[in-house]
């Protein structure tokens, strides 16, 4: 796994953040830089719980994408308390 600090995986999670849609990029800044829970940040955007939780999951996995383009190596990628959905395994 890469040292999510490295200067590369840094800029990857920047411009994911830039592609962001202003609700994307609102629920990011609000549930996991300010920590706040998701009922207030949801209260704060004035949107249901449900659709901020939503707007995570679409930021989630735009980094991840960023990430996975920008081949700076497969790592697991757990933003605040959204984790990732277990992979299916192809047979």
Do not use: F, H, N, W
């Amino acid at each position: 796994m890469r040292d999510p600090s490295a200067p590369d995986v840094l800029l990857a999670v920047r411009t994911a953040i830039d592609q962001m849609s202003d609700a994307q990029r609102a629920a990011i800044q609000l549930v996991c830089l300010e920590q706040l829970p998701y009922q207030d940040a949801a209260d704060r955007l004035a949107v249901p719980e449900t659709v901020l939780k939503q707007s995570l999951l679409s930021a989630r996995r735009l980094i991840i994408a960023r990430l996975e383009d920008d081949t700076v190596g497969r790592m697991t990628l757990y933003v605040d308390r959204l984790e990732p959905e277990p992979r299916k395994q192809v047979s």
